[in-house]
């Protein structure tokens, strides 16, 4: 695997591109461990996945990092285009495959190797470091035909046809409008209002729970179970959100409630791992020395 990165090509502003395989790993990590998150994988335990844990999900982050750091060099290497594109999703087909490896089979961040890999690559080759350029070069990158995609069906396809979801795909080509203009301004509307970071980070994730087409929640829960988490995430907003005794046991009800059901919103997840990363990206946040930035006010305890 050639993930050495040219030093002559720098990410103007404060990152280079060696940088972003770092972050993007970061933010995997940092929205694993935020807890409570409801139904999913957090410091408490697994949530409704009887086959993942904190340290499967961290060990899968560990084992597809490096080839985010492959997709930054292919970009700097190459224009948007769609050899790029054929490339990009090799490279993504091989942390799949990495991925099941490292957690023993089970699918931790299939969803996010898509959306930070598009969003990696695209960075990568970025004259700006704006949230919206960077998603709007990801889009146009993900548009590109994927000629060699494989004729399996996914739940992804199934879900399609029959509640016609677009999902991550449609999420990727429409611009992530979930993390542009749902999560990260949930993100920083809750740091301004002084939450603490982890009241944030689960701001934006209800926030993006709470309009989001998650194909996870429709596969497992069908359509009920979409209006159960959308519901059930804008209750605790407007009880007064997390870190109010109000939204506190909204967010305890609707984690019940999701357990109980067996759903799990990990297409939000994954989203919320973009948010954090775009977050970090435009704000120059990558510490090389202390390499802590972005995993710090995630332990749930701030
Ligand atoms: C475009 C691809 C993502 C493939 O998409 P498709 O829809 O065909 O495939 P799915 O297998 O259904 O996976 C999609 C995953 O995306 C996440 N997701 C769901 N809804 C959305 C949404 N609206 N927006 C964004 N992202 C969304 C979600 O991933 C998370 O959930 C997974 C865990 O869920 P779980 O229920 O446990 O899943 P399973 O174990 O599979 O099933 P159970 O039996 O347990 O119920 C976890 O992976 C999270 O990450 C969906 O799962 C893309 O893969 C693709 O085409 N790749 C080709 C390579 C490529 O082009 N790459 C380029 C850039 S890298
Ligand atoms: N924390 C999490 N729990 C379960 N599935 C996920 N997919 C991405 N993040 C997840």
């Known amino acids: 695997m050639a993930n050495m990165i040219p030093m002559t ?35 408490r335990g697994s949530g409704a996945h009887s086959d993942l844990s904190l340290d499967i999900m961290q060990r899968s982050a560990r084992a597809i990092a490096p080839y985010f750091a492959t997709m930054a060099a292919a970009s700097c290497m190459a224009p948007m285009d769609r050899f790029l594109r054929a490339e990009v999703a090799a490279i993504g087909r091989e942390a799949e495959a990495a991925m099941l490896r490292a957690t023993g089979g089970s699918n931790a961040h299939k969803g996010a190797i898509w959306v930070l890999g598009l969003l990696v690559t695209a960075a990568a080759q970025s004259d700006s470091l704006h949230s919206g350029v960077v998603a709007k070069d990801a889009a146009f990158l993900a548009q590109l035909p994927d000629s060699a995609r494989p004729q399996l069906v996914s739940h992804g396809d199934l879900v399609r046809s029959r509640y016609g979801a677009t999902g991550a795909r449609g999420e ?11 999560g990260l301004p949930a993100l920083r509307g809750a740091r301004a209002r002084g939450l603490s970071e982890t009241n944030s980070r689960l701001s934006s994730l209800l926030s993006i729970m ?23 995430a804008k209750e605790v907003l407007v009880s007064g959100g997390p870190g109010s005794a109000a939204g ?7 984690d019940r409630e999701l357990f109980a059901r067996n759903i799990s919103p990990g297409g939000s997840a994954d989203l919320l791992a973009a948010t954090l990363f775009l ?24």
């Not at 280079?16 to 410091?43: H, I, M, N, S």
């Not at 990727?172 to 749902?182: I, K, Q, W």
């Not at 506190?248 to 609707?254: H, P, T």
């Open 248 to 254: 506190d046991e909204a967010l305890r009800r609707l």
């Open 279 to 302: 977050d970090a990206v435009e704000r120059g946040l990558y510490d090389v020395e202390r390499d802590t930035s972005l995993l710090e006010g995630s332990h749930g305890t701030d």
């Open 210 to 232: 709470a309009s989001l087409e998650d194909t996870c929640v429709l596969y497992r829960g069908g359509d009920e179970g979409l209006q159960t988490v959308k519901r059930g």
């Open 172 to 182: 990727a080509y429409a611009g992530f409008p979930h993390v542009v203009t749902v």
């Open 9 to 43: 090509k720098m990410i103007p502003a404060l990152l280079e591109a060696d940088q972003l395989p770092e972050l993007a790993r970061q933010a995997l990590v940092a929205e694993a461990e935020l807890t409570p998150k409801p139904g999913l994988v957090d410091r």
